[in-house]
């Protein structure tokens, strides 16, 4: 079975692109897309991360963040290890790599999600982005923003303006990864035409438009163009990968 994957990232209607994405062994930035079939013999990698805007080097914070998760999950001890550690671990990395650059003045979200060759999976998450499975059953949120506004919703209250800004959790927040709440969101197995989604903030859709989104190869393009389209204001990336039916 071939894995299918595409990405896009867009400016949007800001000045500049703070959002990186990382689809397989591709980094990608500013305004790039992407779709092809994923080597069948390695694990895939996707990630999306989103710089705090108001923090210093939101954008570098982003790709630093890709940059060293990457690394890590590849030189991760023992490849043939279960996927989450591995994650974990990589993850851990991302952030040190965030605390580094800036301190405590910056810092970035994180989505991702490993998938091996025969569809098994893991994903994690840490801030507002967000990542969600396509099963023949229906969508299913497998991430839910660390906000305030999902906080309280949680707790019965109703959010105000503002409250989806007020992250309550990025990389870079801390250089003890103990003290970060990874949100590890699910650990499962993709079947023939069903997929995983990670999208920052910027994708403003509902879920069912998310869904009709989600049936093509290019779905990442068509999801980010769309949420322009329909006025999002922020950057817009995502990441998708669909396990091929034929």
């Known amino acids: 079975m071939a894995m299918l994957v595409s ?6 209607r800001r000045r500049e692109n ?11 930035s500013g305004g790039l897309s992407l779709h092809a079939a994923a080597p069948p013999e390695e694990p895939v990698l996707l990630a999306v991360s989103d710089g705090i805007g108001g923090g210093v080097f939101p954008g570098e914070a982003s790709r630093t963040a890709l940059e060293a998760f990457q690394a890590a999950f590849w030189c991760a001890e023992g490849t043939s290890s279960p996927l989450f550690p591995r994650l974990l671990q990589a993850a851990q990395a991302a952030n040190q790599s965030v605390w580094q650059l800036c301190g405590s003045n910056g810092g970035c979200t994180l989505a991702c999600a490993a998938i091996m060759p025969d569809g098994s999976f893991a994903t994690l998450g840490l801030g507002d982005s967000s990542i969600w ?5 229906g969508l299913r949120r497998l991430f839910t923003p660390q906000n ?52 920052s903030d910027g ?16 779905s990442a393009k068509v999801l980010c163009r769309k949420a322009l389209l329909r006025g999002s204001r922020d950057n817009i990336s995502a990441v998708y990968a669909l396990m091929d039916k034929t």
């Open 133 to 137: 499975l396509l099963t023949a059953g």
């Open 18 to 28: 703070q959002d990186h994405v990382l689809a397989g062994n591709l980094l990608l």
């Open 148 to 199: 305030e506004a999902e906080l309280k919703k949680e707790q019965g209250h109703r959010p105000v303006h503002g409250d989806k800004c007020a992250l309550l959790a990025f990389c870079g927040m801390n250089p003890n990864p103990a003290r970060l709440p990874f949100r590890i969101t699910s650990c499962g197995r993709l079947h023939p035409g069903e997929g995983l989604l990670l999208h």
């Open 7 to 12: 990405a896009d990232t867009l400016r949007g």
């Open 203 to 218: 994708l403003t859709l509902t879920p069912s438009a998310l869904r009709r989104g989600m049936q093509t190869k290019t």
